[in-house]
């Protein structure tokens, strides 16, 4: 009985996290409106009774992917963050590999990004809070030193941000490996275009 259990409960997350996936998809290529419960739980091969086990409803499981991005964006931002004392030569390396996280994360989940950055309801409210952390950053980078003190860091981090945001949209640069698009976008911010 007791092995019995764990099996049941490991498929009962096997089909939470298949319809997890299934959701992502459909609400990122249909749209949240055009989205039924109906075709997901048929793409996952389980009953409707089984989705209402997990999900109290259509809202309350797009919202858990919407919270799930937020989550993970706060969790990049964060351990992007440089601390104080990087030698100089290294600062470069380091910005990168703050920010192929988000690369990775958008090239492996380009549909939800999409839903987290330009479907859901609060796509505007989530790229301004990323913004205001990337923002936060910026400023205590540049107070370590790392960047010029008359920079508009405001100014910086909103082109950032709709760096990520052109990229989610287009997904022509995601189709590069992360760590190369992360030196690319490195490279043009902080040596800019000049010859």
């Known amino acids: 009985m007791g092995q019995r259990g764990r099996k049941k409960g490991a498929s009962g997350e096997q089909s939470r996290a298949l319809m997890l996936n299934i959701a992502v998809d459909e609400f990122a290529l249909q749209g949240y409106h055009e989205t039924k419960v109906s075709s997901i739980v048929k793409k996952a091969g389980v009953t409707q009774p089984t989705f209402y086990l997990y999900f109290e409803n259509k809202e309350s499981l797009f919202q858990e992917l919407i919270d ?3 989550s993970k964006l706060k969790d990049f931002t964060q351990k992007s963050r440089l601390e104080p004392g990087i030698a100089k030569e290294c600062v470069h390396q ?3 590999e703050g920010l192929t996280p988000f690369f990775r994360f958008f090239k492996e989940e380009p549909n939800l990004a999409r839903i987290g950055f330009l479907i859901a309801p609060q796509a505007e409210e989530i790229k301004h809070q990323l913004a205001d952390d990337i923002r936060l950053n910026l400023i205590s980078e540049q107070q370590a030193g790392y960047f010029r003190e008359d920079l508009d860091i405001g100014i910086a981090a909103d082109c ?3 760096m990520m945001e052109r990229f989610i949209m287009t997904q022509r640069p995601l189709n ?3 760590e ?7 490279r043009l911010f902080l040596y ?4």
């Open 68 to 70: 799930l991005f937020r």
């Open 180 to 186: 190369v698009l992360a030196g690319e976008v490195v």
């Open 176 to 178: 590069q490996q992360p």
């Open 94 to 96: 380091r910005i990168e």
């Open 160 to 162: 950032i941000v709709g």
């Open 192 to 195: 800019g275009m000049k010859n």
